[in-house]
């Protein structure tokens, strides 16, 4: 489902006091980036942040979930989206405080990624001599 640019722009105003953030389409949806690091998720009019075990609480103890994908191979994959309650739109300094925990979890699981080198990626490309 499409994401609506009145509602990309409805979320870029809740963020704004976030600092630089970014809403760039993607597969139907939308990837919400603060510099280039993605820390939400649009899809269709609703709004996902990044989770990790710092604030998957939150969003739990508010009844939301992860957002769910679903590819054609038939099998649900749970991303680390969670839904953000829709009360936090009235309640804009508690949105920005959830929304820089997102931040956090993005920048946590951005730095326990393993770092590629060249050598690393010339395996990867590398084919077998027939």
């Known amino acids: 489902m499409a994401v609506s640019s009145e509602y990309k ?3 870029a105003e809740q963020l704004e006091p976030l600092g630089p953030v970014r809403i760039r389409n993607m597969f139907g949806g939308a990837g919400v980036y603060f510099d280039d690091l993605m820390f939400g998720l649009i ?3 609703t709004l996902f942040f990044k989770v990790d075990e710092r ?3 939150d969003f739990e103890g508010e009844e939301m979930g992860p957002f769910v994908y679903e590819p ?5 994959i749970a991303m ?21 925990r997102a931040l956090d979890a993005a920048l946590a ?3 326990s990624k393993p770092v590629k080198t060249k050598k690393a990626a010339r395996k990867k490309t590398a084919r077998p001599k027939n």
Not at 80 to 97: C, F, H, I, K, M
């Open 9 to 11: 722009a409805f979320v």
């Open 43 to 45: 899809v269709g009019e």
């Open 55 to 57: 604030n998957r609480g």
């Open 72 to 76: 054609p191979s038939g099998k649900s």
């Open 80 to 100: 680390s989206y969670y839904e953000l309650p829709e009360r936090l739109y009235d309640e804009p300094e508690e949105l920005v405080l959830w929304a820089r």
């Open 109 to 111: 699981a951005k730095a």
